[in-house]
């Protein structure tokens, strides 16, 4: 399928790509290819895609032979941040290819799958490991932060730092 994996900056999104394209790799022992897509134009990225096939060619058409011939599995592009852009990239590619997509944004894919807030528990785990410091749900201080930044990994990995630096500075740098 073409699946969008969609969610705020922070969120997994391409480590979960890199997990999935890892595992596909591990079980078909075939290519997959990866490409970081940004704000790169369609030119661009469809060059990037053929540069494994020693080729420079933009046209859709021998995109899509290269690629088909490569025996790819699967394409994953990271970071997408323009649509039209995204469309003409994959309607390059051939037809029935599995496509990961990773964005901040949404677009209308097959399949979109929201990368979302942690699960308490996962927070807590996540909020120790940057604060270097256990914390369960039994801490009040540390469920109540959890769900002021509303679970999700990265302003929770920034409220801790954030925190960590205002607590040095009042004690003068001890724990």
């Known amino acids: 399928q073409r699946v969008l994996l969609q969610g705020m900056g922070g969120m997994g ?3 979960l790509a890199a997990e999935i394209a890892a595992r596909r790799i591990e079980a078909d022992q075939k290519p997959v290819l990866w490409l970081r897509a940004g704000t790169e134009k369609a030119p661009a990225l469809l060059e990037a895609l053929v540069r494994p096939f020693e080729s420079t060619s933009i046209d859709a058409a ?5 690629i088909g011939d490569a025996g790819v599995k699967l394409i ?5 941040w323009e649509g039209a852009v995204l469309k003409q990239v994959i309607d390059a590619l051939p037809r029935g290819l599995p496509v990961l997509v990773t964005s901040r944004q949404r677009y209308p894919l097959n399949k979109i799958i929201d990368i979302g807030e942690l699960e308490l528990d ?19 201080d540390a469920v109540v932060l959890c769900r002021l930044v509303g679970f999700h ?12 630096v205002v607590y040095h500075s009042r004690t003068g740098g001890t724990r």
């Open 122 to 140: 996962n927070a807590l785990e996540l909020l120790s490991f940057h604060a270097s410091q256990d914390f369960t749900s039994a801490d009040a």
């Open 153 to 164: 990994p990265f302003t929770l990995e920034i409220a801790v730092k954030t925190l960590l």
């Open 62 to 66: 021998v995109v899509r032979q290269l």
């Open 76 to 80: 994953v592009l990271d970071d997408v």
């Open 13 to 15: 999104k391409t480590t």
